[in-house]
């Protein structure tokens, strides 16, 4: 087996675990029951954006400021006027049109594209013209003009919301979750929707990850067969790495945007349950999930927490932080002897210690969180509902998981090819009253919070590094934050990420280590058959 086991000794089916999901790279992923979506063609997602994006041409000046780019690099860009808004997003547009779909390099990242897109960044350039004329300067730490791709099961009223399924392509009428309303505030462009495993990697099972009936099969753009792209928020993941949009937003309830980060070698944070709203997001469970940014540095991953409602200070619209200024000197992270197994991990380890960290090694004694399963069952079972009850196109009001699956039945070849069978699970559960469930969940906080606190303790640890998603379990179930930050590739040229996990509510340390980290590493490549 390629890899190392999971820390935690259930499978977290949220996110597919990262033993299970990741064939070698010698294996070429035929077993593919659908490669390229049945519901979306090309032409179709661009509408009418698509004359214009065709013919747009990217000069060599265009890619050496766009490419690879930080959010600061390219307002710079747009301030000085060698770049303008409507450049850099058609930029982004002509690059998923050229590599997204039907051609030998597709990835199926992208399920449908924004078509008020060009409009709203011809209105930033506008702006910007209007705030120059009166001697002001672009604060060149916001979202400004910057086009942003949200995972699809983020509300926005510009598109609809289908969560990967194709039950929900009539999903239109959504209001704008409530960190995508943040997100215009600052200023960003929602170019678009990303691929996902459908419903949030809880319905099928036995898919593969990065699958679902609206977007296709999402490919990695680091081995588009031989690669996972982890999940669920793959086409986010995917999108970063590809330079398809300047950053993108995922959900995770476990692993699901530490995952794909790591596998896409772009930098994905975590934050503690409740920083970020959770209304008008497609839920697996009210209880854990979250949204998160994923960029292709730690500084991007700071401008776009502050602008999805961050409540501590990371960073404001011009720069000042905390981070830059940092050290690692002293701070004593938890680190679990298995990993360092791994020969990016044991380098990650050895760089940290060059840089002043003390490393406490830990035994891979687990918490027993029995019943994880039982949770996500329990509370999509309630909070499905509730989305369709009142963030959903009204066409949905009284559904729920049975009423989906029903649907799903009348062409299952296309809607349901991998069947649905932890749908079936949800129906199954038992019930549970609300007093009970509360109960339930919260002793399972409980274990998990004791599990790490007790470590702390007893090494005087200011936080832990961990690889990927190995242990996202339990740090969701504890409300840790964390944040994975890419630490090179294997032989096979697979990435891995560095994972540092913070006690809950210290988000702003895991800026710090990964900050630190990224500048003195610098691992992140961009996949190579997608430099042109």
Known sequence: MKRLLLFLPFLFLACKTSDTSVKPASDDFREFKVLDSQYLEKDQIFGNLLEEVVRFRESDNLK???????????????????????????????????????????????????????????????????LKSQGGQIPLYT????????????????????????????????????????????????????????????????????????????????????????????????????NFAVAAIGSETSGSILSPSSQNSV????????????????????????????????????ILSRALGAPYEVIDSYGTNDFENGTLEGVRFGVWTSFKENKLYAKALSDLEEEGAILIELDDTRPQLNGFLKLLNLDMKNDLPAYFAGQSDSKYRGWDVEKVMEWNKKDSLKSMPYGQKLFQGIIDEPSLTEEE???????????????????????????????????????????????TVPMGYDESGEPYGLTFIAPNEEDKLLFTWAYLYEKISKHRVMPEEYRD
Not at 73 to 98: N, W
Not at 174 to 184: E, G, R, Y
Request: hydrophobic content about 40%; aromatic content about 10%; glycine content about 8%.
């Open 267 to 302: 930098v994905g944070y975590k934050p503690s349950t409740g920083t970020f709203s959770g209304i008008g997001i497609v839920p697996i469970s009210s209880y854990l999930d979250t949204a998160g940014p994923m960029t292709k540095n730690v500084m991007d991953n700071a």
């Open 437 to 483: 469930l509360w109960k339930f969940k919260t002793a399972m906080t409980a274990t998990a919070q004791e599990y790490f606190d007790k470590l702390i303790k007893q090494h005087d640890l200011s936080g832990f590094v961990s690889i990927n998603n190995y242990t996202a379990g339990a740090a969701a179930v504890a409300f840790f934050p964390a944040m």
């Open 64 to 130: 050496s400021l766009i490419l690879e780019q930080s959010i600061p690099d390219i307002q710079e860009a747009v301030a000085s006027g060698k770049l303008t808004y409507r450049e850099l997003t058609l930029f982004y547009l002509k690059r998923i049109y050229t590599y997204d779909r039907e051609n030998p390099k597709s990835l199926n990242a992208v399920i449908s594209i924004n078509s008020n897109a060009l409009k709203q960044a011809s209105q930033a350039d506008d702006d910007l013209a209007y």
């Open 143 to 242: 979202l400004r003009g910057m086009p942003i791709l949200l995972k699809d099961n983020i509300n926005t009223v510009d598109m609809p919301t289908t969560a990967g399924a194709a039950v929900l392509l009539e999903n239109t009428a959504t209001p704008d979750a409530k960190i995508v309303a943040s997100l215009k505030q600052d200023g960003a462009i929602i170019l678009g929707k990303a691929n996902l495993s459908e419903w949030a990697y809880f319905f099928c099972g036995d898919c593969p990850s990065g699958y679902s009936a609206v977007g296709g099969q999402t490919l990695n753009p680091y081995g588009r067969r031989t690669i996972d792209t982890g999940g669920s928020s793959s086409g986010s993941g995917v999108s970063v790495a590809a």
